[in-house]
């Protein structure tokens, strides 16, 4: 029962901490925060040649793991502040009281933006000389480059790299080009209490219900049609959503993934043959097919049915 497990941690991500051997607590809200932007920053590395772990460190800090007034109203994962901006601005109290910053329609276009910002301003200049791999350098020069005022800046930095090991994105080939590109189609306008964090299972990807929730509003959320969201999930787009139900972005696989080769799975209490076929992220009918059933079959507490 993976699944379960994880939708039970993701309930709790925003309270719990994790203790990392000889460097102290992770704060599992900046892990999910990771997991969920660490493509992003990986594809502006490799447009820009800026190490995804200084992006992912300054979203960090800069929008406390995107829960900021100026991340959650103003896709704002970076703090810059207007500077001759002529796009949509948000105001918040920093060095100043009611200082302009920046405003954007998606986390995608901040990104962006901090990756031109560094990029084509003479003042980041040097920075480009350094290794993408350098992120003791990077965080030293912005400092002294003067994008933050804080005089622990470089060391709040390093320090989030190191405790998160994001140095590891400096090394990376490639990224998830669903992950990356989902942050510029998603509507925040539909997700006030925050987007529904995305998950990979069996070559797909999925978010999980909360209350209120509908297909309608998922799919406003998402920029997936809600017909077509509802058809991946083998259901109509009418369908009643309850909290916890898995909603797969894309076609679910005809079989689970290769590691439940052999490995049939146990029906226990108060499963559906439907509860199941989502668990795994395959199709309802393989389901059936594969254990040579029908719909109008029941299933037993204890009973073994092939996955794969």
Same mark, same amino acid.
């Given at each position: ?12 991500? @925003? ?30 590395? %490799?447009?820009? =040649? ?13 929008? =406390?793991?995107?829960?900021?007034? $100026? #991340? ?19 105001? #918040? ?8 910053? *920046?405003?954007?329609?998606?986390? +995608? ?6 990756? *031109?910002? $560094?990029?084509?301003?003479? =003042? ?6 350094? *290794? ?10 912005? !400092? ?31 990224? &998830? ?7 510029? #189609? =998603? ?23 909360? #209350?209120?929730?509908?297909?309608? @509003? ?18 109509? !787009? ?6 916890? &139900?898995?909603?797969?972005?894309? !076609?679910? %696989?005809? +079989? ?21 076929? %989502? ?9 059936? !097919? ?6 109008? &079959? ?7 049915? *092939?996955?794969?």
């Amino acid at each position: 029962m993976r699944f379960l497990r994880y939708i039970v941690f993701t309930l709790v991500l @925003s309270v719990a901490f994790i203790k990392v051997s000889g460097q102290g607590m992770q704060n599992a809200a900046y892990l999910l925060y990771i997991d969920q932007y660490k493509d992003l920053a990986i594809e502006q590395m %490799q447009r820009y =040649r800026i190490p995804a772990s200084i992006t992912l460190a300054q979203g960090l800090f800069e929008s =406390r793991a995107g829960q900021s007034r $100026l #991340a959650t109203v103003g896709n704002n994962h970076f703090g810059i502040k207007c500077h001759g901006w002529k796009g949509r601005s948000i105001n #918040a109290d920093d060095d100043a009281l009611g200082e302009c910053f *920046r405003a954007y329609d998606s986390a +995608k276009q901040s990104y962006e933006d901090h990756s *031109r910002f $560094l990029r084509n301003n003479t =003042r980041y200049a040097s920075l480009f000389q350094l *290794r993408e791999t350098d992120y003791k350098g990077w965080a030293r020069g912005l !400092k002294a480059c003067g994008y933050a005022t804080n005089p622990r800046y470089a060391d709040n930095i390093i320090n989030l790299i190191e405790l998160y090991h994001l140095n590891v994105y400096d090394h990376a080939k490639g990224y &998830d080009h669903f992950m990356a590109d989902r942050y510029d #189609a =998603r509507n925040h306008d539909y997700a006030p209490t925050g987007f529904h964090p995305i998950t990979k299972c069996n070559k797909n990807y999925y978010i999980v219900a909360r #209350a209120g929730d509908s297909f309608k @509003s998922l799919s406003k959320e998402t920029g997936i049609p809600r017909r077509k969201l509802a058809k991946y999930n083998e259901r109509d !787009k009418n369908d009643v959503l309850h909290a916890g &139900d898995i909603i797969y972005l894309e !076609k679910k %696989q005809k +079989k689970a993934s290769k590691v439940f080769k052999n490995k049939p799975h146990v029906v226990k209490a108060g499963e559906s043959m439907y509860s199941i076929a %989502q668990m795994y992220g395959m199709r309802l009918k393989n389901l059936y !097919k594969m254990n040579h059933m029908s719909p109008d &079959d029941g299933i037993t507490v204890g009973q073994q049915l *092939r996955v794969r």
